[in-house]
């Protein structure tokens, strides 16, 4: 159950890594590779039996990936609005 845990804090500390680092296109290759990453990890997080853990995590992710958070939202609440 170790591994997925250290998985995670180094997900976490490459995100903050990486959104220190000056971008052209304000971060969004980044933030994609981050979720493409992130979400399996999730996964197996929650696979290997650490909810209490995998809660942290998503609220964490959602600290760092909020713009995708609330662009996806806006896009949902118009797809609705219809």
Do not use: E, K
């Amino acid at each position: 159950m170790m591994a997925p845990i250290l998985a995670i804090c180094l997900w976490i500390v490459v995100a903050f890594v990486m959104a220190l680092i000056p971008s052209n296109d304000n971060h969004w290759r980044r933030a994609y590779v981050l979720m493409a990453i992130g979400a399996p990890m999730l996964v197996w997080l929650i696979w290997s039996g650490a909810m209490i853990y995998a809660v942290i995590f998503l609220i964490v992710a959602a600290s760092v990936l909020r713009w995708p958070l609330i662009y996806l939202y806006r896009w949902l609440r118009r797809q609705f609005q219809r």
